[in-house]
Every structure is written in structure tokens, then in C-alpha cells.
């Protein structure tokens, strides 16, 4: 008998369900270890993203569609370039879009630490479920629109320049600067790209 099958033997002999401890560690949830989170369906990098304000990834939507938001414009003032009126006009959208997001993001912690305090509790029915993630969606989205509403707010304060420039600046299009097409006169290309 090969050490194996006596491994295999022993292991169905002491466990009447033929299940070896190797055969539950493989099983073992992808959230294991995340029991311990304060707020169980937020990590501690988002707690800290929504205090701050941050954009939490909720305006891809515009930011991937060529749409720029306030917070990475000003990161890219000087490359843009901008203007010190663009900037300051940024900055005020920038400073009432933070300060929105901190509030809609303090509610969503709330709401998602309401819905963990419940499943604790063991005083939960579906109805009072319902409300609580009604509750934790309604703060999402009012998280979700001040971000992306603040991405409309941007493009009539740039030049269709600017915005280009952007979004190659953010790495969503090729520098055409950079990039001459084969067949192209390269001196004609710079020139008619305004490459410096």
C-alpha cells in the first residue's frame, strides 16, 4: 500500500464525511480575513477614499468617454496648460464637489455599517432590509452624481485643445506629436497638431 492510499484511508476513517482538512483549507472563501473590517462591505482603502471626498471610480464614465474632471485637470494645470481664470474657475468646482462628496460619502458609510449592525443584530426582516440598502443606494448615487455632474461643469471652461490634451495627457489618446503616421510629412504633421 502506497503511502498515499494510507493517507487517504486514515483521513476517511477519523472523518465520516471522507473530507480532509487539505479538502476545506482549498474551499475556503475569497473573503475570509475580511470578517474583521470595521464596515464589512467597505475595505479600509474605500473608507478612506469617501472621507476624503475622493472619486471612488464613480465618474469613469465620463473621465474614459473624454470628459475631464476637476480633480485631475488641476493635477494637470501646467502640462495643459491652463489659464490662472480656468484654474481658479476649477478650483471653486473642485472645492464644492469635495465638500458634496464628503458629506453623500459620510452617509454611504453610515449605510453600509447600518446594513452590517442589522445582520449582527439578528434583527432583521426583508422589509427593514429593503430600506436599508434603499438607503445605502440612494447614498451612492447622490455620490455617484456629484461626481460625474462636476465632469459636465469642466468642458465649456476649455478649448477643444485643452481637452484633447487631457485626455492624452491621462493616457486615453495617442500624443500626436509623438505619433506621425506613415506617409505623412512629419515638419506638415507637427505643424498642423501645434507640436512645439
Not at 36 to 62: F, N, Q, Y
Request: glycine share 8%.
Amino acid at each position: 500500500m502506497s503511502l498515499r492510499a494510507l493517507s487517504i484511508g486514515l483521513a476517511i476513517a477519523f472523518n465520516p464525511a471522507g473530507v480532509s482538512a487539505q479538502d476545506h483549507m482549498g474551499h475556503s472563501s475569497p473573503y475570509a480575513g475580511l470578517e474583521t473590517r470595521a464596515i464589512k462591505s467597505l475595505s479600509e482603502s474605500d473608507l478612506k477614499e469617501l472621507r476624503r471626498g475622493g472619486g471612488w471610480g464613480l465618474a469613469l464614465p465620463a473621465e474614459l468617454n473624454g470628459v475631464p474632471g476637476p480633480a485631475h485637470l488641476l493635477d494637470l494645470s501646467d502640462e495643459i496648460p491652463l489659464s490662472a481664470d480656468q484654474v481658479a474657475a476649477i478650483q471653486r468646482i473642485f472645492d464644492a464637489m469635495r465638500s458634496e462628496a464628503i458629506a453623500a460619502g459620510a452617509r454611504l458609510i453610515e449605510a453600509e455599517d447600518a446594513i452590517g449592525t442589522a445582520f449582527q443584530s439578528g434583527d432583521l426582516d426583508e422589509s427593514r432590509l429593503r430600506a436599508l440598502i434603499d438607503e445605502a443606494e440612494a447614498a451612492r448615487a447622490d455620490l455617484r452624481f456629484i461626481h460625474l455632474s462636476r465632469h459636465l461643469s469642466t468642458p465649456p471652461l476649455l478649448s477643444s485643445e485643452q481637452i484633447a490634451r487631457y485626455n492624452m495627457l491621462r493616457g486615453y489618446r495617442p500624443d500626436p506629436c509623438a505619433n506621425v503616421p506613415k506617409g505623412h510629412d512629419a515638419e506638415m504633421w507637427r505643424h498642423q497638431n501645434n507640436c512645439g
